[in-house]
C-alpha cells in the first residue's frame, strides 16, 4: 500500500465530530486570533493526535495565510479536509467559529459597560504580551522546520526585507516567493535530468 492510499484510508477512518470537538477546543482556548492558534494546532494534530506530520501542517499554515479570509477559517477547513475529508473540513470550520459566536452573542450585551473599566484594560494589556508570545513562538518553530537550505534562508530574508523595511506587499512577496521557487525547482530539475 503506498502513501497517498494509506492516508486516503486513515482519512476516511476519522469521524467528523472528531474534527469539530478539536477545532472547537481550539477556537475555545484561543484568544489572539488565527496566528495564535497555530502553536496549539501543531500541537493537537501534530504531537498529540499524529494526524499530520510537521511538513504538512507547514504547508496548510502557509496556503492558509495565502488565500483570502480569515486564518483560523482557513486553516480549520484546509486542516479539516486533509484529515477528514470534504464533511470533516465544514465541520472543522464550524467548529472553530462556534466558541466566539456563543460568547460574543453572552458578553455583547454587557461588554460596553465593562470596557472602559481600568483592570479589563491591564488584563488586555498581559493577553497582548501573551498572545506576541505565542505568534513568536508559532513563527520560530515554523521557521526551524522550514528554514533548511541556503535557498529557503535566502528566500526568507529577502521576504523579510522586501515587507519590513521596504513595505512592499504581502501578496506580491507571496507571489514572488512562489515563482522563485517554482523556478528553482525547474532548474534544479533540468541539472538532474541532465546529469542522468
Same mark, same amino acid.
Given at each position: 500500500?503506498?502513501?497517498?492510499s494509506?492516508k486516503?484510508?486513515?482519512?476516511?477512518?476519522?469521524?467528523? $465530530?472528531?474534527?469539530?470537538?478539536?477545532?472547537? $477546543? *481550539?477556537?475555545? &482556548?484561543?484568544?489572539?486570533?488565527?496566528l495564535?492558534?497555530?502553536?496549539?494546532m501543531?500541537?493537537?494534530?501534530?504531537?498529540?493526535r499524529?494526524?499530520l506530520?510537521k511538513d504538512e501542517?507547514?504547508?496548510?499554515? /502557509?496556503?492558509?495565510? +495565502?488565500?483570502?479570509? &480569515?486564518?483560523?477559517?482557513?486553516?480549520?477547513?484546509?486542516?479539516?479536509f486533509?484529515? /477528514?475529508?470534504?464533511?470533516?473540513?465544514?465541520? /472543522?470550520?464550524?467548529?472553530v467559529m462556534m #466558541?466566539s459566536?456563543?460568547?460574543?452573542?453572552?458578553?455583547? #450585551?454587557?461588554?460596553e459597560?465593562?470596557?472602559?473599566?481600568? @483592570?479589563?484594560?491591564?488584563?488586555?494589556?498581559? !493577553?497582548r504580551?501573551?498572545i506576541?508570545?505565542?505568534i513568536?513562538? +508559532? /513563527?520560530?518553530?515554523m521557521g526551524?522546520?522550514?528554514i533548511?537550505?541556503?535557498?529557503t +534562508?535566502?528566500?526568507?530574508? *529577502? +521576504?523579510?526585507?522586501?515587507? &519590513?523595511?521596504?513595505?512592499?506587499? &504581502? *501578496? @506580491?512577496?507571496?507571489l514572488?516567493?512562489?515563482? *522563485?521557487?517554482?523556478i $528553482? @525547482?525547474?532548474?534544479?530539475? @533540468? !541539472?538532474?535530468?541532465?546529469?542522468?
Amino acid at each position: 500500500m503506498d502513501v497517498n492510499s494509506e492516508k486516503e484510508e486513515i482519512s476516511k477512518k476519522i469521524p467528523w $465530530y472528531i474534527m469539530f470537538f478539536s477545532f472547537f $477546543y *481550539i477556537g475555545l &482556548v484561543t484568544i489572539g486570533g488565527g496566528l495564535a492558534m497555530l502553536p496549539i494546532m501543531e500541537e493537537e494534530f501534530v504531537n498529540k493526535r499524529k494526524f499530520l506530520n510537521k511538513d504538512e501542517i507547514i504547508d496548510i499554515f /502557509a496556503l492558509a495565510q +495565502s488565500i483570502p479570509g &480569515v486564518i483560523a477559517i482557513n486553516t480549520s477547513l484546509l486542516t479539516g479536509f486533509k484529515v /477528514a475529508g470534504i464533511f470533516g473540513g465544514i465541520m /472543522a470550520g464550524i467548529g472553530v467559529m462556534m #466558541p466566539s459566536f456563543i460568547i460574543i452573542l453572552i458578553i455583547a #450585551p454587557i461588554f460596553e459597560r465593562f470596557q472602559n473599566l481600568e @483592570y479589563v484594560h491591564k488584563a488586555f494589556l498581559g !493577553i497582548r504580551g501573551a498572545i506576541a508570545g505565542l505568534i513568536l513562538l +508559532s /513563527a520560530f518553530g515554523m521557521g526551524k522546520q522550514v528554514i533548511k537550505n541556503k535557498f529557503t +534562508s535566502f528566500l526568507f530574508i *529577502i +521576504s523579510f526585507v522586501l515587507v &519590513v523595511f521596504l513595505n512592499f506587499n &504581502v *501578496i @506580491y512577496t507571496l507571489l514572488l516567493s512562489a515563482l *522563485i521557487g517554482w523556478i $528553482y @525547482y525547474l532548474i534544479n530539475k @533540468y !541539472i538532474i535530468k541532465k546529469q542522468s
